[in-house]
């Protein structure tokens, strides 16, 4: 079911899609489904900010709008890419016309519960999602979850939108979105964290500040490309790169002294705990 990023996105040619917001990630999924064939006449976004609909209209051939409930009347999906804190006073004027013309919403506003998103747009067919920043540079990961009104053609529909920009899994249980949130949400921080403490680490072993970067970063590509390309799971990897006695054993043996997976469960525990806290204060507010 995976898809590679950069692989033909299908879908039907008389489908329109319409992005709420034209920030970054509204852009890079345009830009995604435009670079994987989807036509430029199928998709709509629309922004309050002129500027920013004219910096999207440059980079890419698609329809824009200042205003809403144009682009509702135009399209088949509505993405939600609006900050959280504004999305109510962004749908409650639409949910009307959304529930007539009977249009499928993806929400990827973090936090924001569909339970939440259903109150606001009663009877309408709501997908949440958490993609997460590498979806920037089209190499994302994106939980889904789908409410009982959506059906099998609109899943597989909003599967393939998420996919323009890496790689998707789709969760049976609303609550397991705080765990995504956990790990891939917040994740890539995780990682950037490890590259900054290994890059202070390298130039006080007395490399150069640039050598250090590129060992550091491509250390940390190759390392994930041969997780995704091997298939082989993270443990037997490090398991054949660990000889007995030599230097990778040693840095491992003083991770897992300074419990370094007790450390790891702790943070996406925390992780786990905000996010259900925010979505909480997200709905009351």
């Not at 509702?72 to 900050?83: E, G, M, N, P, T």
């Not at 790990?183 to 964290?193: E, I, N, R």
């Not at 030599?246 to 997976?261: K, S, V, Y």
Request: proline share 5%.
């Amino acid at each position: 079911m995976n898809q590679e990023p950069g692989e033909t996105v299908n879908l039907p040619d008389q489908l329109r899609i319409g992005f709420i917001g034209a920030g970054n990630m509204a852009s890079s999924l345009i830009h995604g489904l435009l670079a994987t064939g989807v036509s430029g006449q199928q998709v709509w976004s629309s922004d309050p900010d002129q500027k920013q609909l004219d910096k999207l209209v440059l980079q890419a051939p698609i329809h824009v709008t200042s205003d809403n409930q144009t682009l509702v009347s135009k399209v088949d999906i509505v993405v939600l890419a609006v900050k959280p804190q504004v999305m109510k006073s962004v749908v409650l004027p639409l949910a009307d016309q959304l529930k007539d013309r009977n249009v499928l919403v993806i929400s990827i506003a973090a936090g924001i519960t569909c339970s939440v998103l259903n109150q606001w747009l009663p009877d309408v067919a709501v997908i949440r999602c958490m993609p997460n920043t590498p979806a920037l540079v089209g190499q994302g990961v994106t939980g889904l979850y789908a409410t009982e009104l959506v059906n099998e053609q609109q899943k597989t529909i909003a599967g393939s939108v998420l996919k323009a920009v890496g790689q998707v899994v789709w969760v049976d249980e609303e609550r397991l979105m705080d765990s995504v949130t956990a790990v891939s949400g917040s994740g890539p921080a995780y990682f950037f964290l490890m590259m900054e403490a290994m890059y202070d680490a390298a130039v006080k072993l007395g490399l150069t500040p640039e050598s250090a970067r590129l060992l550091v970063q491509q250390t940390a590509l190759g390392a994930a490309t041969m997780v995704a390309e091997t298939g082989e799971p993270a443990d037997q990897l490090r398991k054949k790169v660990t000889s007995p006695g030599g230097t990778t054993e040693q840095a491992i043996a003083i991770f897992e002294q300074q419990n370094l997976r007790s450390i790891v469960e702790q943070a996406l525990q925390g992780a786990h705990d905000r996010s259900i806290e925010l979505s909480k204060i997200l709905g009351q507010s």
